[in-house]
Nanobody, 122 residues
């Protein structure tokens, strides 16, 4: 079994910063793309951005410039650095990854974390 666990959420004032982590664990052979999503109260889940195994990134237009995704392949961990946070960034943040378990011949499992809450408020 493989799993993703997010951490680093919490309450932050507008203009502040937070760094979220997403750690993959279990019998992992390789991880391809990793993604951050968020879901605000009463809204649909939306993509924040994606990072490839080689470190290439792509972001939703509304996140560009304030959010940065990175990963440490040796630790099977992805990060989301969020700066200049706004109240509208309040959401549960989820990570998602394409993981090939040890022993799998081909293909990747789409794995989700349980989410971490980010609340931006004064």
């Amino acid at each position: 079994q493989v799993q993703l666990v997010e951490s680093g959420g919490g309450l932050v004032q507008p203009g502040g910063s937070l760094r979220l982590s997403c750690a993959a664990s279990g019998s992992i052979f390789s991880i391809n793309f990793m993604r951050w999503y968020r879901q605000a109260p009463g809204k649909e889940r939306e993509l924040v951005g994606v990072i490839s195994s080689g470190g290439g990134t792509n972001y939703a237009d509304s996140m560009k410039g304030r959010f940065t995704i990175s990963r440490d392949n040796a630790k099977n961990t992805m990060y989301l650095q969020m700066n200049s946070l706004k109240p509208e960034d309040t959401a549960v943040y989820y990570c998602n990854a394409d993981i090939r378990p040890v022993g799998a011949v081909a293909g990747y499992l789409g794995v989700w974390g349980q989410g971490t809450l980010v609340a931006v408020s004064s």
